[in-house]
């Protein structure tokens, strides 16, 4: 039989699936000897039957669920509901992946008329098993009984000020006796029923409001956005209580083992005396940073310091860890692994690597390709000289800026229309997290640097500042005021959640700079990757930055804008209106040098590498008038009887413009099409190549790995005509040079005919580069603007398809346009160089497949290729 529940003491790090993270993470800890409150843990097999069954729970569940409450009450040598020792529970949630405050948590169940006097008694403090009791009515009035929470805070505020009293800590026992009076009046009358309480059925209830609340909004939200499989299901924990509210000698609170935000080996926590664990977590009260603890509660704290330490080394990772001292004993409730931003993430593992905890393949593997991005973006010019408004508590790094919004749901709804937003509000909530999820940043006026909220946001790499002393939000006038500044709705501010600093109005960014661990992981990564990393450039800027970045050469240089320049343009008119060769050579003379001194500019940067140049795919018509802007232009001509030799022109351009003129532009002269039509252009092109490499070799004593690309070929013959013009015009100007210059010559694979037929084309072939923007348009027969401005968004928001083909390779399809080509072009030729361009590219995912498919090197923009060089990296390590 299928066994559902398990007893702290017969779990361990290992059974993390089966007992969630933080069930697995007791269980650890309790075996080491930490002190862990009993406790036993319901499985998320049990959750994931549940829901398969529609809600009902496996047969033998509540069976084993009470026989380990008997056992637990055995241990503790207490009892659920006894009026003597009353044993009082936390039920809370645990998924295999941390999901930090998306699933729910009730605490001091047990607590009811019949066992309160009993808790204080024992406590020998009355006031603490009030403040137990109304605690535990609006958690699991909230969270069992769907009661709204603004109806238990309502009554909370209302109480408080009627007693004029600041803090929840000011009410005395006799307030809390009437607040739990007040708190189940108002659930009856939600409920239209008496407030129940039978604490063994709580548990029951509780368990199940827990496997339920895997399926809330926002656990749904988090999961999409992270990534997490919605069949996996939650583990339940049910705890022994251990309170943090008896006093000034108890606390309770959150530590990193090491600074989530900057990954700085240093203290990084927060407390709060006389509280409970949701205090910090869920942001109500601002806590206090850890290291006044050792003043408050000397031993606890060292206690905890040692616990902190050895939990590290015993992992060798970060931890996110969870205490709270009773009566100055101190027990942890939490260790996971701590989510961090890229920097911590880098900064983390390469520390751990010095300090001979990792391996440099571990540290790889710590840290996922997808963050570095968020090291890449800007951050607040280190010389801005406006004074900050408000410092608030710096709960993640980064620059935001964007206008004010004081509700998620706005800030979700404008974020998503690409508006930039800053979400303003009272606490940070786990409520918040669609609109967390589209803002440019968050600031809160209250909440810690540990709370729920701020984990996430650093996890998702959102600058956050917390926490601001003296923020007053007015929503009535959607506005907030700090130190007399009134800031709207609408107004646009900037944060640096790397500071705490909020600043009114947009500051200047500058570019990130990429500091010494970055560069440290990323040339481990270096030594793991067989994947060559080029970058997509057309310019010479653009170069220098790509091999800043550590780009091996250039995958793709286009030549298209080097058509577009406004001091081309006349001689490219020339070159498209001209009616006879000589006409035509005319105008290719004039853009030759041009085209020249763009390659100098690219090769001189590039010297040493591999450049591939990619001959012109023309949108031809995008160099003359619109169809319907020209037909106007002569008319009015016409009309007006204008200058007939104007009027003779105008007619010839329009003669042009409609011969040009395309029903499908995608699928019409592109590519080669073209140079097929005019091989003047290629010839012309392959000499301005020639040319640049070899006045780069004079000037500099080296030059590029000249690679030149013929575009968008479908037919062997294509391929065979096209090189034989560009092999005749490259010897004609080496001869005419007298000099030698290795080269190569190969094609853009990005037609699904051409993969098709490979094995042909690879004849006159000597490289390959997948196309796979082109080759998803043609594969799957969409085309891109349309797609992403229409029906793809559904299409990704249904399910209907997985993600944007656009971003990450179609594996199954696309993918397997590219196998056949890498398996064809192979075939009849093995040392085929073969690469990807192309934004897939840089993209982390595809970069797997590519890995798999044995291509020689991929090539993406200049900003992503220290990603591509760290993917590449941790797809070999994923293959092994
Ligand atoms: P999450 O996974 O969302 O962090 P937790 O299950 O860790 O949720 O619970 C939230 C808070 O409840 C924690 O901060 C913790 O301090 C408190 N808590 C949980 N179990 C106990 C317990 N047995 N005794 C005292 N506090 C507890
Ligand atoms: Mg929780
Ligand atoms: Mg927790």
Known sequence: ?????????????????????????????????????????????????????????????????????????????????????????????????????????????????????????EAGNERFAWDSYRRFISMYGEVVEGIASHVFEDALAALKLEKGAEQDTDLTTEDLKELVARYKKLASDELGGEWSSDPVEQLRRAIDAVFKSWLNPRAEVYRKANNISADLGTAVNVQQMVFGNRGETSATGVLFTRNPSTGVKELYGEFLTNAQ???????????????????????????????????????????????TIENGELFMLQTRTGKRTAAAAIKTASDMVAEGLITKEEALQRIEPAQLDQLLHPTIDPNNTVTALATGLPASPGAAVGTVVFSADEAAERGENGEKVVLVRFETTPDDIHGVLQAQGVLTSHGGMTSHAAVVARGFGKPCVAGVPGLRIDLENQQFTIDGTVVKHGDTVTLDGGTGE???????????????????????????????????????????????????????????????????????????????????????????????????????????????????????????????????????????????????????????????????????????RLAMLYPEIPEMQARAIIRAALAVLEREGETVEVEIMIPLVALQAEIKIQREIV???????????????????????????????????????????????????????????????????????????????????????????????????????????????GEHGGDPASIELFQKLGLDYVSCSPFRVPIARFAAARAVLNQR
């Open 1 to 121: 039989m299928t066994q559902y529940v398990y007893d702290l003491a017969d779990g361990n790090a290992s059974m993390k699936p089966l007992l969630g993270g933080k069930g697995a993470g007791l269980a650890e800890m309790a075996s080491l000897g930490v002190p862990v409150p009993d406790a036993f843990t319901v499985t998320t097999q049990a959750c994931v039957e549940t829901m398969n069954r529609g809600g009902e729970w496996p047969e033998s569940l509540w069976g084993e669920v009470t026989e380990a409450l008997a056992r637990l009450e055995e241990r503790t040598g207490r009892k659920l509901g006894a009026t003597e020792k009353p044993l009082l529970l936390s039920v809370r949630s645990g998924a295999v992946q941390s999901m930090p405050g998306m699933m729910d948590t009730i605490l001091n169940l047990g607590v009811s008329d019949e066992t309160v006097d009993a808790l204080g008694r």
């Open 727 to 837: 092999v005749d015009a490259v010897e004609d100007e080496l001869e005419l040079a007298g000099k030698e210059l290795p080269y190569t010559v190969g094609t853009m694979i990005e037609l699904p005919r051409a993969a098709l037929v490979a094995d042909q084309i690879a004849k006159y072939a000597d490289f390959f580069s997948f196309g796979t923007n082109d080759l998803t348009q043609t594969g799957i027969g969409i085309s891109r603007d349309d797609a992403e401005n229409g029906f793809l968004g559904h299409y990704v928001d249904d399910g209907v398809i997985k993600s944007n083909p656009f971003a990450t390779i179609d594996v199954d399809g696309v993918g397997e346009l590219v196998r056949i080509g890498v398996e064809k072009g192979r075939a009849v030729k093995p040392e085929l160089k073969l690469g990807v361009c």
């Open 502 to 672: 909020v600043f009114l109005g947009a500051l200047a960014l500058v570019p990130a700079q990429i500091n010494d661990d970055f560069s440290n992981v990323v040339s481990w990564a270096d030594e793991v990757r067989q994947l060559g990393v080029r970058a997509n450039a057309d310019n010479g800027p653009d170069a220098a930055k790509a091999r800043e970045l550590g780009a091996e050469g250039i995958g793709l240089c286009r030549t298209e804008h080097m058509f577009m320049a406004a001091d081309r343009l006349p001689a490219m008119h020339k070159m498209i209106l001209a009616e006879t060769d000589e006409e035509r050579a005319d105008a290719l003379a004039e853009i030759l040098p041009m085209q020249q001194a763009d390659f100098e500019a690219i090769f001189t940067e590039m010297k040493g590498l591999p450049v591939n140049v990619r001959l012109l795919d023309p949108p031809l018509h995008e160099f003359l008038p619109s169809l319907v802007d020209q037909s106007l232009l002569v008319q009015k001509l016409e009309l007006t009887g204008g200058d007939p030799a104007e009027l003779a022109a105008e007619r010839k351009t329009l003669a042009q413009v409609k011969r040009l003129h395309e029903q499908n532009p995608m699928l019409g002269t592109r590519g080669c």
């Open 277 to 323: 664990g949701e205090d910090v977590v869920a942001g109500i009260r601002t806590p206090r940073p850890l290291a006044e603890m050792e003043q408050v509660l000397p031993e606890a704290y060292a206690a905890l310091l040692d616990t902190m330490n050895k939990m590290e080394q015993h992992y060798r990772d970060m931890q996110d860890m969870e205490f």
